[in-house]
């Protein structure tokens, strides 16, 4: 395996809260090499968000911590961009201001004028977004917009990019398009990435491993299934593919059978059940 | 500038008209932008005629829509009148000048200014730059406090108290207080400006403070923890983060805060002015309830709905603003 590049040692969390400290993460290991897209995948509230942000710095591991390139991070900085979930574009700039704003304070002093508008329209172009520039993000779709935030975290030329469930508020159609663009510019950058997801299709589609989290509280990497999938990945081709299908099925097992979080409906509909007769009981008697 | 008018509501259907879109939907919505709004001007107009018809006061009867068309023109001949005299005064103070300059060319003499009494229109000038002057002072004062405060918490809770006890202060409970230390500190041999004008000018400062403060506050520290995490990760230094993150996002509130705020300024404008018979509308109410005279009513009554068209006037004036500096286009703004 290549060299650790980002390594997440031993990170666990506490959040005080007024029944006493809440552990949301226990003893969470991950190393990720160069160039390599890793999805944390997991039911809503394990975690997943809580691992990103503590990567990002905008959280402070309890114990534990963040190594990239061998060295500690624990403030945020623009090395490991982040792309939100809802975008978090500002309103009042155009897309393309909204990129400028993120190159002219990464780049500054080392580009020429000329230079960071020819970067900024770069990435904007390897989004898809070069015909719209100019356009604010109220005048823009939800798939654009995304689009802009992903722009302006590859503008920042991060170490490691990270994606907080970055297709998650889009439809379906959107969301397929835009997971094709991120792998035609994954291809071509080769950037290390962590994406947050809850989409198995999603994660076994882009990434080079997935890391499966346990519910929480004190959730940790359950398992981790690596994808040996040649690139570049076609999603009509893998539609039929055996081995495709048995990484989903993977997946889906670890989410459904390990760690399933929905209680069976008959099982919930008998509880609920015994419970209103129980209510009923309790009444007639009184 | 077609644009900035469309910010005009009722304005909009005529633009469109003349660009020839739509000309019978443009109709109307003329109508219902004018029609009706008339029809309600004219309801109120009749009520007040028949009910000024029956109150009689010692000065006669309460002035109704007639007396104060014929005040209101009255007024405006007395200003021109009033122009005419200081014109003359200037020239045979010219002709004067020349006549001893002509005897004798040495001759110091002194141009001494016309000392007319001020007439309504030059007492609604004097009011109006009181209000934009006090209004800027407050402004100025108000929205980096705001800002301050807004961004830390701390300062929030300390100056918030005191926000609270100085915000429901009366102007006129000021007035006093801000006349006796206006005496006492501003003395100057030569003043830049009057003493009354300064005093009004604090007075209105002091009292119009407040909304913009609490509103930027508020504007301030409603800025979502996204944007916050967009300004972390970029490293944004704290000046690059007040300009580029706080400021625009909090503009929406900041306006809201000051038009409560130019509204107030000029509700206490003409109070203090009425009180302290500083120059403005104010002293013009209060000197003509004074005289007594059987016109005093009907000119009072102009003077009232003046104030009123002015403080719609200048509110309209900040909307116009708002609308243009507001970033989210959809917001809608009354």
């Not at chain 1, 029944?19 to 390599?36: M, N, Q, R, Y």
């Not at chain 2, 709004?37 to 006669?60: C, E, K, R």
Request: glycine letters at 6%.
């Amino acid at each position: 395996m290549a060299k650790t590049h980002l390594e997440i040692s031993d990170v666990s969390i506490e959040f005080p809260t007024p029944s006493g400290p809440f552990k949301a993460l226990d003893a969470v290991d991950l190393k990720i090499s160069e160039g390599e897209f890793v999805s944390l995948i997991g039911h809503s509230g394990c975690g997943k968000s809580t691992v990103l942000n503590i990567v990002a710095g905008l959280y402070q591991a309890t114990t534990g911590g963040v190594l990239l390139d061998g060295r500690e991070v624990n403030t945020p900085g623009p090395e490991r961009a982040v792309v939100f979930q809802n975008h978090s574009l500002l309103p009042w700039l155009s897309a393309y201001e909204n990129v400028e704003l993120a190159v002219k304070q990464v780049f500054k002093g080392q580009k020429s004028k000329a230079e960071m508008k020819e970067w900024i329209e770069y990435n904007l172009s390897l989004v898809h977004m070069d015909h719209a520039m100019d356009k604010r993000p109220e005048e823009i779709s939800g798939g654009m917009k995304q689009r802009v935030g992903i722009a302006r975290a590859l503008a920042m030329e991060p170490k490691v990019l990270l994606m907080d469930e970055p297709f998650g508020a889009l439809d379906a159609l959107t969301r397929a398009h835009l997971q094709d663009s991120l792998m035609g510019i994954q291809n071509d950058l080769k950037n290390t990435v962590i994406m947050i997801t809850h989409d198995v299709d999603e994660a076994v589609l882009l990434s080079d491993r997935i890391v499966m989290m346990t519910n929480g509280p004190a959730a940790t990497v359950g398992e981790i299934l690596k994808i040996e999938l040649e690139r570049p990945r076609n999603r009509l081709d893998l539609a039929d593919d055996s081995k495709y299908n048995h990484y989903r099925h993977e997946v889906l097992r670890f989410l459904y059978e390990k760690q399933s979080k929905v209680q069976d409906i008959d099982q919930h509909r008998s509880k609920k059940k015994a419970e209103s007769e129980v209510a009923e009981a309790t009444k007639a008697t009184a | 500038m077609s644009r900035m008018l469309q910010n005009i509501s009722w304005l909009e259907p005529w633009i469109l008209m003349f660009q020839g879109k739509n000309v019978s939907t443009q109709l109307a919505n003329i109508f219902k932008s004018l029609a009706i709004p008339m029809a309600g001007i004219l309801a109120f107009v009749f009520i007040w005629q028949g009910a000024a018809n029956s109150i009689d006061t010692s000065l006669g009867k309460f002035p109704g829509p007639t007396q104060v068309y014929q005040q209101s023109f009255s007024l405006i001949d007395e200003h021109k009148q009033e122009r005419l005299k200081e014109v003359a005064f200037y020239k045979r103070q010219d002709v004067r000048n020349a006549k001893k300059l002509a005897k004798n060319p040495d001759a110091k003499f002194k141009v001494r200014p016309y000392t007319g009494k001020p007439t309504f229109l030059d007492q609604i000038v004097t009011s109006l730059v009181t209000v934009m002057a006090g209004f800027i002072v407050a402004s100025i004062i108000a929205i980096p406090v705001g800002i301050m405060i807004g961004l830390n918490a701390g300062l929030y809770s300390a100056l918030n108290p005191l926000i609270q006890l100085f915000k429901p202060i009366s102007p006129l409970a000021w007035l006093p207080l801000v006349t006796m230390v206006v005496s006492a500190l501003y003395v100057s041999k030569d003043p830049m400006f009057a003493k009354s004008f300064v005093t009004s000018l604090i007075t209105v400062s002091l009292c119009c403070l407040w909304p913009t403060m609490l509103n930027t506050a508020v504007g301030v520290s409603a800025i979502t923890q996204d944007m916050q995490n967009v300004s972390k990760v970029l490293r944004l230094n704290f000046f690059t983060h007040v300009t580029k993150i706080v400021l625009p996002s909090s503009i929406p509130m900041m306006f809201t805060g000051l038009r409560l705020s130019l509204g107030i300024a000029w509700m206490v404008l003409i109070a203090a002015e009425m009180l302290a018979q500083n120059p403005g509308l104010g002293k013009f109410v209060w000197d003509e309830f004074q005289n007594g005279s059987s016109n005093s009513l009907g000119r009072i009554m102009v003077a009232v709905l003046v104030i009123g068209v002015i403080g719609f006037i200048l509110d309209r004036i900040m909307l116009m603003l708002q609308r243009k500096v507001s970033w989210d286009k959809n917001a809608i703004l009354k």
